[in-house]
Protein backbone atom coordinates (compact mmCIF):
# COMPACT_ATOMS: atom_id res chain seq x y z
CA UNK A 1 0.00 0.00 0.00
CA UNK A 2 1.59 3.57 -1.09
CA UNK A 3 -0.23 5.37 2.15
CA UNK A 4 1.88 5.19 5.64
CA UNK A 5 -0.15 6.80 8.41
CA UNK A 6 2.76 4.79 10.96
CA UNK A 7 2.77 6.44 13.82
CA UNK A 8 -0.85 8.28 13.50
CA UNK A 9 -3.73 7.79 15.86
CA UNK A 10 -7.03 7.61 14.01
CA UNK A 11 -10.93 7.62 15.64
CA UNK A 12 -13.64 6.53 13.62
CA UNK A 13 -16.92 6.50 14.56
CA UNK A 14 -19.62 3.59 14.26
CA UNK A 15 -16.62 1.95 13.12
CA UNK A 16 -18.29 -1.79 13.80
CA UNK A 17 -20.33 -1.83 10.45
CA UNK A 18 -20.30 -0.58 6.88
CA UNK A 19 -18.24 2.24 5.58
CA UNK A 20 -16.88 2.79 9.45
CA UNK A 21 -15.84 -1.07 9.45
CA UNK A 22 -13.88 -0.55 5.91
CA UNK A 23 -12.36 2.34 7.19
CA UNK A 24 -11.08 0.79 10.24
CA UNK A 25 -10.01 -2.25 8.45
CA UNK A 26 -8.10 -0.01 5.77
CA UNK A 27 -6.62 2.62 8.44
CA UNK A 28 -5.40 -0.29 10.35
CA UNK A 29 -3.33 -2.31 7.06
CA UNK A 30 -2.10 1.65 6.50
CA UNK A 31 0.07 1.06 9.99
CA UNK A 32 -2.33 3.47 11.88
CA UNK A 33 -3.57 2.71 15.16
CA UNK A 34 -7.15 2.94 15.69
CA UNK A 35 -9.92 3.32 17.85
CA UNK A 36 -13.13 3.20 17.17
CA UNK A 37 -17.13 3.65 18.33
CA UNK A 38 -20.12 0.97 18.11
CA UNK A 39 -23.41 1.12 19.68
CA UNK A 40 -25.29 -2.02 19.24
CA UNK A 41 -22.99 -4.03 17.21
CA UNK A 42 -20.64 -5.72 20.21
CA UNK A 43 -20.00 -8.83 18.64
CA UNK A 44 -19.30 -6.99 15.28
CA UNK A 45 -17.19 -4.80 17.51
CA UNK A 46 -15.18 -7.49 19.39
CA UNK A 47 -14.38 -9.65 16.30
CA UNK A 48 -13.06 -6.62 14.53
CA UNK A 49 -10.70 -6.11 16.95
CA UNK A 50 -9.90 -9.46 17.33
CA UNK A 51 -9.01 -9.71 13.90
CA UNK A 52 -6.88 -6.88 13.92
CA UNK A 53 -5.01 -6.86 16.55
CA UNK A 54 -2.38 -8.71 15.47
CA UNK A 55 -0.95 -6.18 12.96
CA UNK A 56 -2.04 -2.62 14.98
CA UNK A 57 -3.13 -1.22 18.25
CA UNK A 58 -6.94 -1.18 18.07
CA UNK A 59 -9.40 -0.75 20.49
CA UNK A 60 -13.65 -0.27 20.64
CA UNK A 61 -15.42 2.25 22.31
CA UNK A 62 -19.23 1.78 23.20
CA UNK A 63 -20.61 4.87 22.30
CA UNK A 64 -24.58 5.95 22.28
CA UNK A 65 -24.25 9.11 20.07
CA UNK A 66 -28.11 9.67 20.50
CA UNK A 67 -27.48 10.00 24.22
CA UNK A 68 -24.92 13.04 23.50
CA UNK A 69 -23.65 13.56 27.07
CA UNK A 70 -20.77 11.69 28.14
CA UNK A 71 -19.00 11.97 24.44
CA UNK A 72 -16.06 14.30 25.48
CA UNK A 73 -15.48 12.22 28.48
CA UNK A 74 -14.78 8.92 25.97
CA UNK A 75 -12.64 10.92 23.79
CA UNK A 76 -10.75 12.03 26.80
CA UNK A 77 -10.22 8.29 27.75
CA UNK A 78 -9.26 7.22 23.97
CA UNK A 79 -6.65 10.44 24.13
CA UNK A 80 -5.37 8.61 27.56
CA UNK A 81 -5.49 5.07 25.80
CA UNK A 82 -3.45 6.46 22.90
CA UNK A 83 -1.81 9.58 23.87
CA UNK A 84 -3.34 11.82 21.15
CA UNK A 85 -5.83 11.42 17.92
CA UNK A 86 -3.91 12.53 15.02
CA UNK A 87 -7.33 11.75 12.81
CA UNK A 88 -10.64 11.86 13.24
CA UNK A 89 -13.83 10.29 10.89
CA UNK A 90 -17.63 11.23 11.97
CA UNK A 91 -18.54 8.53 10.05
CA UNK A 92 -21.26 7.15 12.22
CA UNK A 93 -25.00 8.14 11.41
CA UNK A 94 -28.77 6.62 10.68
CA UNK A 95 -30.91 7.20 7.16
CA UNK A 96 -34.59 6.44 7.66
CA UNK A 97 -37.50 7.14 5.79
CA UNK A 98 -40.60 9.78 6.42
CA UNK A 99 -42.39 11.95 4.82
CA UNK A 100 -42.24 15.20 5.66
CA UNK A 101 -45.64 16.05 6.95
CA UNK A 102 -45.33 12.97 8.85
CA UNK A 103 -42.08 13.04 10.65
CA UNK A 104 -42.31 13.48 14.21
CA UNK A 105 -40.27 16.24 16.29
CA UNK A 106 -38.61 13.07 18.13
CA UNK A 107 -38.04 11.48 14.62
CA UNK A 108 -36.59 14.89 13.51
CA UNK A 109 -34.38 15.26 16.68
CA UNK A 110 -32.72 12.07 16.51
CA UNK A 111 -31.48 11.96 13.00
CA UNK A 112 -29.82 15.59 13.56
CA UNK A 113 -28.91 14.73 17.18
CA UNK A 114 -26.41 11.83 16.03
CA UNK A 115 -26.01 12.45 12.21
CA UNK A 116 -25.19 16.09 12.97
CA UNK A 117 -24.79 17.06 16.56
CA UNK A 118 -22.92 14.07 17.55
CA UNK A 119 -20.42 15.33 14.40
CA UNK A 120 -20.15 18.21 16.45
CA UNK A 121 -19.52 17.21 19.24
CA UNK A 122 -16.52 14.18 19.09
CA UNK A 123 -15.30 17.28 16.46
CA UNK A 124 -15.19 19.94 19.33
CA UNK A 125 -13.27 17.01 21.66
CA UNK A 126 -10.28 16.61 19.61
CA UNK A 127 -9.42 20.12 18.39
CA UNK A 128 -8.13 20.71 21.91
CA UNK A 129 -5.30 17.89 21.52
CA UNK A 130 -4.90 18.48 17.26
CA UNK A 131 -4.12 22.10 17.86
CA UNK A 132 -1.72 21.22 20.83
CA UNK A 133 0.41 18.99 18.42
CA UNK A 134 -0.46 21.74 15.41
CA UNK A 135 -1.32 18.47 13.21
CA UNK A 136 -5.52 17.05 12.79
CA UNK A 137 -6.89 15.69 9.86
CA UNK A 138 -10.81 15.15 9.96
CA UNK A 139 -12.63 13.71 7.86
CA UNK A 140 -17.03 14.26 7.72
CA UNK A 141 -18.88 11.44 5.94
CA UNK A 142 -22.09 13.05 4.15
CA UNK A 143 -23.68 12.14 1.51
CA UNK A 144 -25.12 13.55 -1.57
CA UNK A 145 -28.69 14.00 -0.49
CA UNK A 146 -26.95 16.80 2.13
CA UNK A 147 -25.84 18.43 -1.44
CA UNK A 148 -29.32 18.06 -3.53
CA UNK A 149 -31.97 16.77 -0.95
CA UNK A 150 -33.41 13.42 -1.06
CA UNK A 151 -37.51 13.16 -0.99
CA UNK A 152 -39.14 11.29 1.27
CA UNK A 153 -35.81 11.93 3.71
CA UNK A 154 -36.06 15.51 4.31
CA UNK A 155 -34.70 15.72 7.87
CA UNK A 156 -31.43 13.23 6.86
CA UNK A 157 -30.65 15.36 3.95
CA UNK A 158 -30.73 18.28 6.20
CA UNK A 159 -28.37 16.70 8.52
CA UNK A 160 -25.85 16.41 5.87
CA UNK A 161 -26.05 19.57 4.84
CA UNK A 162 -25.21 20.19 7.50
CA UNK A 163 -22.23 18.47 8.22
CA UNK A 164 -20.88 19.89 4.76
CA UNK A 165 -21.34 23.51 6.10
CA UNK A 166 -20.05 22.39 9.22
CA UNK A 167 -16.60 21.49 7.31
CA UNK A 168 -16.20 24.50 5.16
CA UNK A 169 -16.67 26.45 8.31
CA UNK A 170 -13.95 24.46 10.42
CA UNK A 171 -11.70 24.13 7.32
CA UNK A 172 -11.49 28.26 7.40
CA UNK A 173 -11.10 28.48 11.13
CA UNK A 174 -9.05 25.09 11.96
CA UNK A 175 -6.73 25.63 8.85
CA UNK A 176 -3.90 27.96 10.47
CA UNK A 177 -3.36 25.21 13.18
CA UNK A 178 -2.41 22.49 10.34
CA UNK A 179 -5.90 21.07 11.20
CA UNK A 180 -7.75 19.93 7.61
CA UNK A 181 -11.04 19.75 7.64
CA UNK A 182 -12.76 17.65 4.80
CA UNK A 183 -16.31 15.88 4.01
CA UNK A 184 -16.97 12.44 1.60
CA UNK A 185 -20.16 12.49 0.20
CA UNK A 186 -21.13 9.23 -1.23
CA UNK A 187 -24.43 8.28 -3.26
CA UNK A 188 -25.88 5.15 -2.80
CA UNK A 189 -23.61 2.17 -0.62
CA UNK A 190 -23.92 -1.31 -0.28
CA UNK A 191 -24.47 -1.42 3.95
CA UNK A 192 -27.00 -2.89 6.40
CA UNK A 193 -28.03 0.84 5.86
CA UNK A 194 -29.93 0.28 2.68
CA UNK A 195 -30.36 -3.31 3.03
CA UNK A 196 -34.25 -2.76 2.46
CA UNK A 197 -33.92 -0.88 -0.65
CA UNK A 198 -31.62 -3.74 -2.21
CA UNK A 199 -33.04 -6.92 -1.15
CA UNK A 200 -35.58 -5.68 -3.53
CA UNK A 201 -34.06 -6.61 -6.83
CA UNK A 202 -36.24 -4.47 -9.69
CA UNK A 203 -35.05 -1.36 -7.25
CA UNK A 204 -31.69 -2.43 -6.82
CA UNK A 205 -31.18 -2.94 -10.76
CA UNK A 206 -32.90 0.30 -11.61
CA UNK A 207 -30.24 2.27 -9.12
CA UNK A 208 -27.26 0.66 -10.77
CA UNK A 209 -28.18 1.24 -14.35
CA UNK A 210 -28.50 4.95 -13.29
CA UNK A 211 -25.29 5.18 -12.14
CA UNK A 212 -22.87 6.56 -14.73
CA UNK A 213 -20.49 3.56 -13.87
CA UNK A 214 -23.02 0.98 -13.48
CA UNK A 215 -22.04 -0.16 -10.15
CA UNK A 216 -23.05 0.49 -6.98
CA UNK A 217 -20.45 1.59 -4.19
CA UNK A 218 -18.99 -0.97 -1.69
CA UNK A 219 -17.93 0.29 1.57
CA UNK A 220 -14.43 -0.50 -0.04
CA UNK A 221 -14.91 2.54 -2.43
CA UNK A 222 -15.50 4.81 0.32
CA UNK A 223 -13.12 4.18 2.59
CA UNK A 224 -10.26 4.46 -0.34
CA UNK A 225 -10.53 8.27 -0.31
CA UNK A 226 -11.42 8.74 3.21
CA UNK A 227 -7.93 7.05 3.81
CA UNK A 228 -6.71 9.80 0.48
CA UNK A 229 -7.87 12.54 2.98
CA UNK A 230 -5.98 11.56 5.96
CA UNK A 231 -2.87 10.91 4.28
CA UNK A 232 0.36 13.30 3.39
CA UNK A 233 -0.93 13.13 -0.20
CA UNK A 234 -3.94 15.28 0.93
CA UNK A 235 -1.98 17.48 2.77
CA UNK A 236 -3.01 21.10 0.59
CA UNK A 237 -7.05 19.63 0.26
CA UNK A 238 -9.05 21.66 2.85
CA UNK A 239 -12.59 22.46 2.87
CA UNK A 240 -13.40 20.10 0.23
CA UNK A 241 -16.22 17.63 -0.57
CA UNK A 242 -15.54 15.15 -2.50
CA UNK A 243 -18.01 13.07 -4.32
CA UNK A 244 -17.85 9.59 -4.16
CA UNK A 245 -21.03 8.29 -5.99
CA UNK A 246 -19.80 7.18 -9.48
CA UNK A 247 -21.15 10.11 -11.40
CA UNK A 248 -24.41 9.60 -9.95
CA UNK A 249 -25.13 13.18 -8.71
CA UNK A 250 -22.67 15.93 -10.27
CA UNK A 251 -21.90 18.55 -8.30
CA UNK A 252 -19.44 20.28 -5.84
Request: some cysteine; glycine content about 8%; hydrophobic content about 40%.
Amino acid sequence: MMINLNRKIVLITGGSKGIGEACVRLFAKANSQVAFTYNSAATSAAKLVNELTSITKIKSYKININESYGIEEKVNQIISDFGKIDILVNNAGIWKFGKSESISIEEWEETIRINLTGTFIFTKAVIPIMKKNHFGRIINISSTAGQRGEPFHSHYAASKGGVISFTKSLAAELGEFNINVNCVAPGWVISDMTKEVFDNVNEREEIRKNIPIKKIATPDDIAGPVLFLASELANYINGEILNVNGGSVLCG
